[in-house]
């Protein structure tokens, strides 16, 4: 499937009608503040949308009201105009096409979905989409290594060639390179969950041998013998996500921040101790509490734990088998590693 199809997939998201999670009525689900109709702007998202509307942003498909005579109502685009009306007592979110430029030309009519308004900020995560992986230690036994560069190069860029080993009869012909990186423990229980493959480039197989022969295609970092060539499962970059909350009860933490940040704040990618083994899935939203600290009482100079606090919610992008990158979709307060998320 095209990324520009791909974008088509909001339709499921919108189409659940009042039909998963928690009920969601006036008095704990609509915030005090709304507004009675908002103007979609470029570069919102339907999460920002949502959440001018509703206190629990991940739950506005319950009552997204699908009008049967707007042309593809599952889709939002900028110029649109979202109302919250009530049908029987119920808040509802509605759809105007509202005002917006459309280009004709003759031929056969067909929607710009690439205006489509997104889920969530795809500029943040798409580098985490494609080029960030999770290994096990099995990996390193058995995957194709680089063992040189061309004319006894240290270093190789892109163009260059480079020299390979393990590469199998019925190899594929594209590969990311990757770098080993730092191991994911669990924190809790100091089992190993899955080892950072760090994204160096691309490389392309050119001739079969021991060493084989392959071409560096794009880099952006040095490549180095002792790289590791990644076959890249055949599919797209996912443009949509279904936010939910999770099917089961969940509890775990925050074990890293990707790009070394400390402090982790709205839109940073966080990596959790929660995988597809514990249920997780891409769509699922977590609540994050920052963890209580231990204190001094100063009266009778006992040690007292103070109690955790909400802190914001995420959004889990990516499922590995025992962890998930997740975005932070609101921070009301600083939060760091080892903080706490479960069910919102």
Avoid at 232 to 260: L, N, S
């Amino acid at each position: 499937m095209s990324v520009r199809k791909s974008l088509a997939l909001i339709a499921g998201l919108l189409l659940l009608v009042a039909s998963i999670g928690l009920p969601l009525g006036a008095a704990d689900g609509v915030r005090a503040d709304h507004p009675q109709q908002y103007t979609v702007q470029r570069g919102d998202t339907l999460w920002d949308i949502a959440g001018r509307f509703l206190t629990r942003p991940w739950l506005w498909p319950e009552i997204w009201q699908v009008n049967p005579e707007i042309r593809n109502p599952h889709l939002i685009y900028p110029g649109d105009i979202i109302s919250l009306v009530y049908v029987d007592g119920e808040p509802r979110l509605m759809l105007d096409r509202g005002t917006r430029e459309v280009r004709l030309s003759p031929g056969v009519r067909e929607e710009q979905l690439d205006e489509a308004i997104s889920t969530i900020p795809m500029s943040v995560i798409r580098p985490f989409l494609n080029r960030s992986h999770v290994v096990d230690e099995d990996f390193f036994n058995h995957a194709p290594y680089i063992i040189a560069g061309e004319d006894e190069r240290v270093m190789a860029s892109a163009g260059d060639r480079i020299y390979i080993r393990r590469i199998a009869d019925d190899a594929p012909v594209d590969y990311a390179v990757v770098r080993r990186g730092n191991p994911y423990i669990d924190p809790d229980t100091g089992e190993m969950l899955g080892i950072a493959a760090t994204y160096v480039g691309d490389a392309r197989l050119q001739r079969d041998g021991d060493p084989a022969t392959g071409q560096v295609r794009s880099s952006n970092r040095e490549v180095l013998p002792g790289d590791w060539l990644l076959e890249m499962p055949p599919e797209g970059t996912r443009m949509q996500f279904h936010p939910r909350a999770p099917d089961q009860d969940v509890e775990g933490r925050v074990i890293d921040v990707m790009d070394g940040v400390g402090q982790i704040g709205q839109y940073d990618v966080v990596v959790i101790n929660l995988g597809r083994e514990q249920g997780m899935q891409d769509g699922d939203v977590l609540a994050m509490f920052r963890a209580g600290r231990e204190i001094s009482d100063p009266v009778n100079r006992e040690r007292v734990m103070l109690p955790e606090e909400r802190a914001g919610e995420l959004l889990v992008f990516r499922t590995f088998d025992k962890l998930s990158f997740g975005l932070v979709m609101r921070a009301s307060r600083h939060m760091e590693v080892m903080d706490v998320v479960r069910n919102p």
